[in-house]
């Protein structure tokens, strides 16, 4: 069966310092990877998603990157983290275009 | 482009009352995904069902059910004799596939007293 891990689960991190967090998924074979962030008490925002290795898209203009190394792995980085980049990050995949979109357990980051 | 609109903020129930979660969505596309997410205290968004848009057909699972109108287009979330352990946020979403990627509404939360 297919599973999705993503870490590390909570991150606190200053002002200014570099950002990485990682999602793999196991267990299929060229899936659809999303990150998205959800900011405290609200909705979840579309950040990248990939469709394949080394192809990103971007949904909102920020200091975050994404990026795809190998085909079940998705990297989310940041050079210089800003306050408002706190928020709760979540890692997806899907099997296809019409898929049914699963979660990873998330990682909560705290940027003081 | 894609919206899902989930109205109540907020609902607080006491345990063993039903509770109906309210979703309306708005797409140009004829084919369309639906799906609800419970996402409990610990944050993971848990999957709870997807509805096709060429599938009209009302779903049951336990105390679960679904009802799909495309005519309101409303997917709207019912849960029957709720309990404590329902007690998170609940997402409704909408795929139409052509983006690949799904728009969220802002979340239903659910509280249910002892």
């Known amino acids: 069966s297919q599973t999705i891990h993503q870490w590390p689960a909570t991150l606190v991190q200053p002002v200014g310092s570099p950002l990485s967090l990682e999602c793999t998924v196991e267990g299929t074979s060229n899936p659809n990877l999303y990150w998205y962030r959800q900011a405290a008490g609200r909705g979840l925002q579309l950040l990248f998603y990939?469709?394949?290795?080394?192809?990103i898209s971007s949904e909102v203009p920020q200091n975050l990157s994404a990026s795809r190394p190998q085909d079940r792995q998705f990297i989310l980085s940041s050079k210089k983290l800003l306050l408002s980049d706190s928020g709760f990050y979540l890692c997806?995949?899907?099997?296809?275009?019409?898929?049914?979109?699963?979660f990873g357990q998330g990682t909560r980051l705290t940027v003081v | 482009a894609q919206k899902v609109t989930q109205a109540q903020t907020e609902i607080s129930v006491v345990e063993k009352e039903d509770v109906t979660l309210d979703c309306v969505y708005e797409?140009?596309?004829?084919?369309?995904?639906l799906f609800w997410y419970k996402q409990p205290p610990s944050g993971e968004l848990v999957f709870l069902i997807r509805r096709n848009s060429f599938d009209e057909q009302n779903e049951i699972s336990g105390r679960y059910s679904w009802n799909f109108q495309k005519s309101t287009s409303s997917f709207n979330f019912t849960i029957t004799a709720s309990q404590v352990v329902d007690s998170a946020v609940y997402f409704c979403?909408?795929?139409?596939?052509?983006?690949?990627?799904?728009?969220f509404g802002t979340g239903t939360r659910l509280q249910v007293m002892l």
């Open positions: 979403a909408l795929d139409t596939g052509t983006a690949s990627k799904l728009t």
């Open positions: 997806a995949w899907k099997g296809s275009r019409q898929g049914t979109a699963f």
């Open positions: 990939s469709v394949g290795i080394g192809q």
């Open positions: 797409t140009r596309d004829t084919t369309y995904y």
